[in-house]
């Protein structure tokens, strides 16, 4: 979709203008949502920039802005589009499953305010179909394993693991043919979420593909925004969910090389909040990166401990080395939907951390400035205030074996 913006901004580049740099109005954006008076769901274009319009905005608005989402049916997904419809956004889905596969999205948005279709990340046009008429596109797709399927062959045993879709094509190819195509289709801005994981060193390939995406990306299209987030957790995580379902499968869960790598997690409905506010002034952040991440780090080992605190289990926490982790993790690797992999085990090994401290972020200098949530008036949720809300159900009778009056 051209815009007379998006020509004015082409103009600039090609003069060698890059984007607006984020002036102080940016630091201070949550003291500004405060002063809103809005709520963590509002956005600024519906609720402040419709003047012929009564009420209070919302769902059944237009937010005058059309956004197509890839990976809507993800985890962070489902998230972000909730933030979209309850705004009046218009957003184009897509998807590469049936129906089936996304009918919890639709009732995030009013009648016709969601175009669900289908797409082939191996066929680009059906791809350049779904981002043709967006003013933004937003790339949540990634992947932690390759995905398997069985096939036949002539020879003993007669069936064989065929890759399908690899960490590689999740991670970079198809980030890589999103920007080409929003660079091709002069889509005015591009999000990329990439992971705080991200780099060429890591001895796990899923933080390599990562960091390799997020350079492919920027080569074919630099003026995207890049979204850095930690560990997210939340109802549908795998990573607190992954302690308590394996406490309950297994008798003994082991903490690789002691579990004394550091993460950060953050709340998923915080950075999903945070990539809205992004769709709501992108041109303030276009080329720039925005780190998510949250209140406190945590070793593996803390983290077990705080689960099972919750959860009522009892297994044995032990510390096990992470090549011995890896004959486990080489049989679960085949499961459809695995609970570990050669490659996580090596993401256990190391700190999963933001890159700078919380200090280190507030004095940086405004050129190059790496954002945080905080800039944008997004406050961090800490652990401790959601995981009962959705671990506690791994508890045996629940929580009411702990009040008299139940049993």
């Known amino acids: 979709m051209i815009t007379s913006r998006h020509l004015l901004h082409t103009a600039l580049r090609s003069r060698g203008g890059g984007p607006s740099a984020v002036n102080s109005s940016s630091s201070s954006s949550s003291s500004a949502v405060a002063i809103r008076g809005l709520s963590t769901t509002d956005l600024p274009r519906v609720t402040e920039r419709r003047p012929t319009e009564t009420g209070r905005g919302g769902c059944a608005s237009d937010a005058g802005v059309k956004v197509c989402v890839f990976g809507a049916t993800g985890f962070l997904g489902r998230y972000v589009c909730s933030g979209l419809g309850s705004n009046g956004v218009m957003t184009y889905i897509g998807s590469r499953e049936d129906e089936f596969a996304y009918r919890h999205l639709r009732p995030n948005f009013e009648l016709g305010r969601a175009k669900f279709s289908y797409y082939s990340s191996r066929d680009k046009q059906s791809m350049a179909d779904l981002i043709s008429d967006a003013d933004v596109v937003v790339n949540l797709i990634g992947k932690y394993y390759d995905t398997k399927a069985l096939e036949d062959t002539d020879k003993f045993p007669y069936l064989n693991y065929k890759i399908s879709t690899s960490i590689a094509e999740a991670n970079v ?62 109802h549908e995580d795998k990573l607190l969910n992954w302690y308590a379902n394996v406490g309950e499968r297994f008798p003994v869960v082991p903490l690789v090389d002691g579990g004394h790598a550091l993460t950060q997690p953050v709340w998923v409905d915080d950075v999903a909040k945070t990539i809205n506010r992004i769709i709501d002034d992108p041109e303030k952040f276009e080329g720039r990166r925005v780190d998510c991440f949250g209140p406190q780090d945590y070793s593996y080992a803390e983290l077990a401990k705080f689960v099972y605190d919750i959860t009522g289990q009892d297994p044995i926490l032990s510390d096990i080395p992470a090549e011995v982790v890896k004959y486990a993790a080489n049989v679960l690797q085949y499961d459809g939907s695995p609970m570990l992999t050669p490659d996580m085990v090596n993401l256990m090994t190391e ?27 997004v406050e961090a949720m800490p652990i401790e205030k959601m995981a009962f809300k959705y671990l506690h159900r791994f508890r045996k009778a629940g929580h009411f074996v702990l009040a008299k009056g139940y049993h």
């Open 173 to 234: 190819e198809v980030p890589q043919t999103i920007a080409e195509l929003c660079t091709e289709l002069q889509v005015d801005n591009l999000i990329h979420v990439s992971s705080a994981a991200a780099s060429p060193d890591s001895s796990s390939e899923w933080a390599r593909r990562k960091y390799e995406g997020e350079q492919e990306v920027l080569k074919a299209y630099p003026w995207a925004t890049i979204v850095r987030p930690t560990q997210m957790f939340g």
């Open 351 to 377: 700190d999963y951390l933001p890159e700078m401290t919380t200090e280190g972020y507030a004095a940086q200098k405004q050129k190059d400035k790496v954002f945080t949530m905080e800039n944008l008036g």
